[in-house]
């Protein structure tokens, strides 16, 4: 532990400009007039890797954005740790909230506040500084693989192909990911699950053309009112999903567990007060922990139709609009559930309109296991970086691939995030607290330690 504490607090600066560096790239991966800047995001990390002394680094192209690749084997009979992260980020906007501009970091309050910050570069950066501190102090106790893709926040759809091209070359024992939050730097946990995602885009159509309001209006359905009817009628009396179905596949579970789980500190009038909201709202019957972590939801992710101009226009648009998603829990299938969503929408529209409903990417959910040898040593890892055992929780976001990566490469996740769920991920100013890039930059050379240890 000394030897890490040295190490760290010897090179902070350079941790700190290495990582402004990789932030000040715009790797917007849902726009395509960002594809250099994407390209030129994975040039970077590559040579960072092999600047730390990663072994066949790659650029890997797909037919989206590039998935870097590098290792180190030191030992074939040691475990090999197969580090999984991505170096896209959320579109920046709006931008006029941002405090300061998204690509351009800046510390107030000991924090970084840059996109990207903590979703993902501050957290898989972590991973490349902690291999450097390994091998420049010689203590290097598993093979590492390095797996850091460019589309996680739009499908990773391309590196579910590179997996499945790549069983081989990506073999490990374990798959390590710093893209998760724990409570704080006070209590830290480990996330154990994700949930799974099905997004949908859904268009509701009235006249073939924008009418006169007062000419028309009375006489023809509205789509943008007909779409808020459909729109409210997908939760009942009880915010529970009004779609027939939805729940069939979901996994209970039992007191035990439920309390175990709330037993974790929530603070609920902290959590108002943060959000600056008077009141929560959810599935009747569920806490919020519970809510957030082992229930499937449905939320409006956008709406749009008619005049949102300056002033006021007297029109009945034409068409409306909505994007949808659905995080789903153990063992819902997306594909089953936007069929689902697909059938029961259409039989709801009425007749005054027409509706489409059109998929995007979804995703698997998956837990994690807690009795492995490999959650022992992120805990261990966690309890002597941070001198507390970590709470398991259940995350509420999603990372697709790791249920992919146990279907396809047999391999357990670890998920062994250093952020905060307060961090804006997604959202204006967004931020990674500088105590958690250097905690995590100690933690993780101590998962490889005991992961070699006890294995
Ligand atoms: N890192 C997040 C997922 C996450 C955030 C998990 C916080 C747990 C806690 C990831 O980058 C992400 O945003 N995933 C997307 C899914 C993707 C298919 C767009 C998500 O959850 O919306
Ligand atoms: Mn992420
Ligand atoms: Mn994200």
Not at 132 to 142: D, F, G, K, V, Y
Not at 364 to 374: C, E, F, K, Q, Y
Not at 386 to 409: A, C, D, H, Q, Y
Not at 440 to 454: M, Q, R, V
Request: aromatic share 8%; hydrophobic share 40%.
């Amino acid at each position: 532990m000394k030897t890490i504490k040295n190490y760290v607090e010897a090179n902070q600066q350079r941790f700190l400009d290495e990582l402004f560096e990789l932030l000040r790239f715009p790797s917007v991966s849902a726009d395509s007039a960002y594809s250099d800047d994407v390209r030129h995001t994975a040039e970077y990390v590559a040579q960072k890797l092999t600047d730390a002394g990663a072994e066949n680094v790659e650029i890997c192209s797909t037919a989206g954005h590039p998935i870097v690749y590098g290792e180190k084997i030191i030992d074939p009979a040691k475990p090999t740790v197969l580090v999984y992260g991505h170096y896209d980020v959320q579109p920046p906007d709006p931008l006029e909230l941002w405090e300061t501009p998204p690509f351009e970091p800046t510390v107030r309050d000991g924090k970084i506040f840059a996109r990207g910050a903590c979703d993902d570069k501050g957290q898989f950066y972590m991973h490349i500084k902690a291999f450097e501190l390994m091998q420049a102090t010689n203590t290097l106790a598993c093979n590492v693989k390095f797996m850091i893709e460019g589309e996680e926040e739009v499908g990773s759809d391309n590196l579910g192909v590179f997996v499945k091209a790549n069983k081989e070359r990506l073999a490990a024992d374990v798959v390590l990911i710093s893209d998760t939050a724990m409570i704080s730097l006070d209590t830290p946990s480990l996330e154990t699950g994700l949930r799974g995602l099905s997004y949908v885009e859904v268009e509701v159509v009235g006249p073939n053309r924008d009418l006169h309001s007062g000419v028309y209006g009375g006489a023809v359905a509205n789509p943008v009112t007909i779409l808020a009817q459909l729109i409210a009628s997908l939760h009942d009396e009880n915010n529970r999903i009004a779609i027939p179905g939805f729940y069939d596949d979901v996994v209970e579970l039992n007191e035990a567990e439920r309390n175990s789980l709330n037993e974790a500190p929530f603070d609920e009038a902290a959590y108002k007060a943060d959000l600056g909201i008077n009141a929560l709202w959810g599935e009747k019957g569920y806490t919020t922990i519970e809510r957030t972590g082992i229930r499937p939801t449905l939320e409006v992710n956008g709406i749009w139709g008619g005049y949102i101009g300056k002033g006021a226009k007297t029109v009945l648009p034409s068409k409306a609009n909505a994007k949808l998603s659905m995080r789903l829990v153990p063992n819902q299938d997306p594909d089953k559930i936007t069929a689902l969503f697909t059938k029961h929408f259409e039989r709801i529209a009425p007749a005054y309109v027409t509706v489409k409903v059109t998929p995007h990417h979804g995703g698997h959910p998956a837990v994690t296991p807690t009795d492995s040898v490999a959650y022992r040593a992120a805990e261990k890892a966690i309890e002597e970086a941070f001198g507390k055992k970590p709470i398991p929780t259940r995350g509420g976001g999603s990372i697709p691939i790791v249920s992919l990566f146990e279907n396809e490469l047999g391999l357990k996740t670890v998920l062994m995030g250093f952020g905060l769920d307060s961090d804006n991920l997604h959202s204006p100013n967004e931020k990674y607290d500088i105590a958690n890039y250097f905690k995590g930059i100690e933690t993780i050379p101590l998962f490889h330690k005991y992961f070699a240890e006890l294995s």
